[in-house]
């Protein structure tokens, strides 16, 4: 069932991308000579402790890189939340939900990048699954889009051999009751024996959850 409605989503993704450029009033032919391409450093830490960091080129002038990554990002997360909300729901306590959370997510997006050139992932600076564990350039990102606090313009990233284009996840209401300071005992236990070294809770409402990252081959 799944996988079913990831093949509608992927196939419409292409017209829907057609549909979202067809205003634009400039060509992608001419959109490629514009190469405003941002150079920037950003810490791990902001504070006076010297701390590794990581140099990241960003090209969010790439609007048909952004808007293609953001079409795949939209998809999968189109299918990843309702399915978990529907788990939410249908169990009070949340335990079949917290299971499903990571393994599910992760078996949603091995499926849509199967079938898609463009691949999908989750990372967090606190991450739940080691799974999703940032690379050094995952982390930059995420510590820009915490120090400019603005969690809803997607960022760019010239890779050299492809771009990754980042979405932050803000904390939602839902998501307190795994990520959350007041997490239920039965959930507790259930973090420690599933996710012994887990980051991922605290959160209070509209913190910076995370990034979805497409990644576009050039």
Known sequence: MINKKIST??????????????????????EENIQVVQEATVGASSSSTKVASSSVTYANDKKAIKDRGMLHIKSFMGTLQPTLMG???????????????????????????????VKIRRTALRYRNPKNKPDATDTTVM?????????????????????????????????LACHGKNISQDLQKMLIRKYPNDMATNFKLGDFRGAVVAEIKK
């Open 9 to 30: 989503l992927l196939f419409t993704a292409p017209l829907l991308f057609t549909a979202c450029n067809s205003t634009n009033e400039v060509t992608p032919r001419a």
């Open 87 to 117: 788990m939410m729901k249908s169990d009070p306590t949340h335990k079949t939900a917290l299971g499903a959370c990571s393994t599910l997510g992760q078996s949603m997006a091995n499926d849509y990048n199967k079938m898609s050139d």
């Open 143 to 175: 510590e820009r889009f915490l120090a400019s606090n603005n969690f809803k313009e997607p960022l760019v990233v010239d890779m050299g051999d492809s771009y990754r284009v980042y979405k932050a996840l803000e904390v939602k209401q839902p998501c």
